[in-house]
């Protein structure tokens, strides 16, 4: 079961509303709602006064359902709740825009280079997958010997010709570069590059990093999502919790830095723009 929670603090309190709230510390609107197999607990907790009772919640919840969707300003520090977080859907989400972005562009993408940044050599599969879509593409890690044998690899079983090295200067003259996690440092990339990421980064760039991607909640599920829940939240938690991998089939419309956003035919033309000055 997924369990969300909205904390409501009331402020403005009348003279009547202090006195109730000496009574009534807070109070709690809870609801279960099922559909197509599976069951979302939507919780509101409206704060009158003090702290959270967090242990009204432990006796009506039990295993994995101690972690709960909530805002990200949501306290739960000394508590037995944690926050769901999950770059496993994102990171789908990431690989169906760019596949949605190449798929029947290939006269476009002719000459494009580009680069799969895995540092800790975590994600061959997904290198795998984006040579199938990439025409020339490099990878770039701190684990080259392991990524070799899975480049002969992938050489043998698919024909596929892979670049390796640990060099990171490589990067800087890929127009379009994927990453395998979140950005923790700077790199030495072009301020043109197009960079997409499973996560939000972790330092500032000069270069935008596309990790947000824009998809519906499909509609036979939008009667499980309370209206606090962010869509790509929410489906993350059926993708990850409830185990429906068929959302990795779903295709964004946009992808976005968080200051903008950009749908595939604006991306293939800007990347169109730069192979041809370059």
Not at 99 to 126: C, I, K, V, W
Not at 201 to 230: H, M, N, Q, T
Request: charged letters at 25%.
């Amino acid at each position: 079961m997924i369990v969300t929670l909205l904390v409501e603090k009331r402020r403005n309190k009348s003279l009547a509303q202090l006195i109730s709230s000496l009574f009534v510390p807070f109070r709690i609107d809870a609801r279960v709602k099922k559909q197509c197999h599976v069951s979302v607990l939507q919780i509101k907790y409206k704060l009158m006064r003090g702290k959270i009772e967090f242990g009204w919640f432990y006796p009506r919840l039990s295993g994995s359902d101690l972690m709960v969707l909530c805002d990200r300003d949501t306290d739960l520090s000394g508590t037995k709740l944690t926050r769901f977080e999950s770059s496993d859907f994102n990171r789908a989400m990431m690989l169906s825009f760019i596949r949605s972005m190449t798929s029947g562009n290939e006269t476009e993408l002719s000459g494009l280079r580009a680069a799969y940044f895995d540092p800790q050599g975590e994600h061959p599969d997904e290198a795998g997958y984006l040579a199938e879509i990439l025409p020339d593409l490099t990878i770039v890690t701190d684990m080259p010997k392991y990524y070799e044998i899975f480049a002969d690899s992938l050489l043998y079983e698919k024909g596929l010709a892979l670049t390796v090295s640990n060099d990171y200067s490589l990067l800087s003259d890929r127009p379009l570069i994927v990453t395998s996690c979140a950005i923790d440092r700077e790199l030495p990339l072009s301020s043109q590059s197009i960079v997409f990421s499973p996560e939000k980064p972790l330092v500032s760039a000069k270069y935008p990093v596309l990790w947000k991607f824009d998809v519906d909640v499909p509609e036979k599920y939008l009667r499980l999502k309370p209206d606090w829940i962010d869509d790509g939240y929410f489906l993350s938690a059926l993708y990850s919790l409830e185990g429906i991998k068929k959302l990795a089939g779903l295709v964004p419309e946009k992808a976005g830095s968080g200051n903008e956003s950009f749908s595939a035919g604006s991306l293939l033309r800007r990347l169109d723009s730069i192979k041809k000055s370059a």
